[in-house]
């Protein structure tokens, strides 16, 4: 079966990449009341999640992230009519993130073929009609080591219980400090240096979310806020050394691994809509 795929990775990368269409940016914004910016917000939520589902396949020990890179690329760029954000934003060179092993984020795709046992997270972001979905999940290629597994699920879990706590009139302390809260119970530590963030008609907005913090401090959540939560654990200590082209690329200090899963998502008036769902969550369906 994996030659086949890699067979199938060679016919979708043989001619490179696609030509991105021009496109118009919209005034920015990461709080909504109109309808119709709710359902850009949707349906650019929906596309982002459908990356990552259709680039599960094709994580096998042999392919590089560049491929990875390039089938990504031209799915969201070919089949969806849409733009890859990270492209050429301010100056990263690729259309989507490969984070492998003691990468935390923004690793940038390259020729070097993923090894059996490999963890990595694949990270997406994509503008339609001038609205950005992003999120992200950890992988393994081919079969995950024990270690790495548990590591990868007590990510998740911390995502999923800071997703439980939005609603308006929550406070994105109380949120931080569960995150962190939960990562320590299991021996684990938080990366400070990268937060959430709101997101909406611009990749990158107010407010920030950080990952660890006080309870009963920070900004209150209102409802038509969209923002992304996003935690980055490492499986030894917090702290960063940064590598590669203009120092994008951020790797734990100590070389263990770190794992991320990241969730766009809209406050409702009782409660959180994750507009970035894959339909194996059904926990929020």
Not at 38 to 43: A, N, S, T
Not at 163 to 168: A, G, H, S, T
Not at 196 to 220: D, L, M, R, S, W
Request: aromatic share 6%; glycine share 10%.
């Amino acid at each position: 079966m994996s030659n086949e795929i890699l067979q199938k990775v060679e016919q979708l990368t043989k001619n490179g990449r696609l030509e991105v269409p021009s496109w118009t940016p919209r005034p920015a914004a990461t709080r909504f009341t109109d309808i119709s910016d709710i359902e850009g917000m949707r349906v650019a939520g929906k596309l982002a999640s459908d990356v990552l589902v259709m680039l599960e396949e094709f994580v096998i020990p042999g392919i590089s992230t560049e491929q990875i890179d390039i089938i990504a690329h031209n799915y969201i760029v070919g089949q969806q009519g849409a733009i890859p954000a990270p492209l050429n934003y301010h100056g990263f060179p690729k259309s989507c993130c490969t984070s492998v092993n003691d990468v935390i984020c923004h690793g940038i795709p390259n020729d070097k073929a993923l090894k059996k046992g490999d963890a990595i997270n694949i990270d997406i972001t994509i503008i339609k009609d001038g609205y950005y979905g992003d999120t992200s999940k950890m992988f393994f290629a081919g079969p995950a080591l024990p270690h790495a597994e548990r590591l990868a699920k007590v990510t998740q879990e911390a995502l999923y219980l800071a997703i439980d706590m939005v609603k308006p009139g929550a406070r994105l302390g109380d949120i931080g400090a569960a995150i962190s809260a939960y990562a320590h119970k299991h021996h684990y530590s938080v990366v400070e240096e990268y937060c959430g963030h709101g997101v909406g008609t611009t990749f990158h907005g107010e407010p920030q979310v950080a990952h660890y913090g006080t309870p009963g401090t920070g900004v209150t959540l209102e409802e038509g806020m969209t923002l992304t939560i996003e935690p980055m654990i490492n499986a030894g200590k917090k702290q960063v050394k940064h590598t590669g082209l203009d120092n994008w690329i951020a790797k734990t200090k100590d070389g263990r691994l770190s794992a991320q899963y990241e969730h766009t998502l809209l406050v409702t008036s009782d409660g959180v809509e994750v507009l970035t769902r894959r339909e194996e969550e059904t926990r929020f369906s």
